[in-house]
Nanobody, 121 residues
Framework: QVQLVESGGGLVQAGGSLRVSCAAS????????MGWYRQAPGKQREFVAS???????NYADSAKGRFTISRDNAKNTVYLQMNSLKPEDTAVYYC???????????????WGQGTQVTVSS
């Protein structure tokens, strides 16, 4: 089994910065893509950013130019640096990872429990 644990959320003023982290642990052979999603109250969960094991990144339009995703493969950890935060960025941020637990097993999709990010105006 694999666990994803997010940290680093909190309250920040508009225009400020915040970095959230997500560490994966458990039975891990290799982690392919890792990413961040968010869900605001009353809205569906939406994609924010993703990064492959090789470092290729992809961003939602709302995150481009303000957010930066990175990962430390040795630590099985993914980060999301968020700058120029806006009140509309307020949401629960969820970590996602595609994990192969063994060389002879398929890839499974895992989610963290979420971390709250609140941006005040």
């Amino acid at each position: 089994q694999v666990q994803l644990v997010e940290s680093g959320g909190g309250l920040v003023q508009a225009g400020g910065s915040l970095r959230v982290s997500c560490a994966a642990s458990g039975t891990i052979f290799i982690i392919n893509a890792m990413g961040w999603y968010r869900q605001a109250p009353g809205k569906q969960r939406e994609f924010v950013a993703s990064i492959t094991s090789g470092g290729s990144t992809n961003y939602a339009d709302s995150a481009k130019g303000r957010f930066t995703i990175s990962r430390d493969n040795a630590k099985n950890t993914v980060y999301l640096q968020m700058n120029s935060l806006k009140p509309e960025d307020t949401a629960v941020y969820y970590c996602n990872a595609d994990v192969r637990s063994s060389w002879n097993r398929g890839i499974s999709d895992y989610w963290g429990q979420g971390t709250q990010v609140t941006v005040s105006s």
